[in-house]
């Protein structure tokens, strides 16, 4: 079964910057796309950030222009460098994949477990 495996969140000051990765784990054979979203305490779970696997980026407000979203297909593995962070990108971190094509077959809607980004002095 494939999992999505988050990694690099971690306690930052605002004005720093944080690189998230988002693994994959399985016999993955291809993915459509990747998607980052964040989750603050009491509030929905917002989405950040999207790439497919042809390269094209997708970003919500809160991303653009301080966050890029890149990816290495031959890892299968999407990262996030997030600059200039500010106290409200403060949430957890998770990567979604709707579709992926497995050695066993198809997987959808898969959700990684997360990655706490603190923002704070």
């Known amino acids: 079964q494939v999992q999505l495996v988050e990694s690099g969140g971690g306690l930052v000051q605002p004005g720093g910057s944080l690189r998230l990765s988002c693994a994959t784990s399985g016999s993955v054979i291809s993915i459509i796309s990747i998607s980052w979203y964040r989750q603050a305490p009491g509030k929905q779970r917002e989405f950040v950030a999207s790439?497919?696997?042809?390269?094209?980026?997708n970003y919500g407000d809160s991303a653009k222009g301080r966050f890029t979203i890149s990816g290495d297909n031959a890892k299968n593995t999407v990262y996030l460098q997030m600059n200039s962070l500010k106290p409200e990108d403060t949430a957890t971190y998770y990567c979604?994949?709707?579709?992926?094509?497995?050695?066993?077959?198809?997987?959808?809607?898969?959700w990684g477990q997360g990655t706490q980004v603190t923002v704070s002095s």
């Open positions: 979604y994949a709707p579709f992926i094509t497995t050695s066993l077959g198809p997987d959808y809607d898969l």
């Open positions: 790439i497919t696997n042809t390269g094209s980026p």
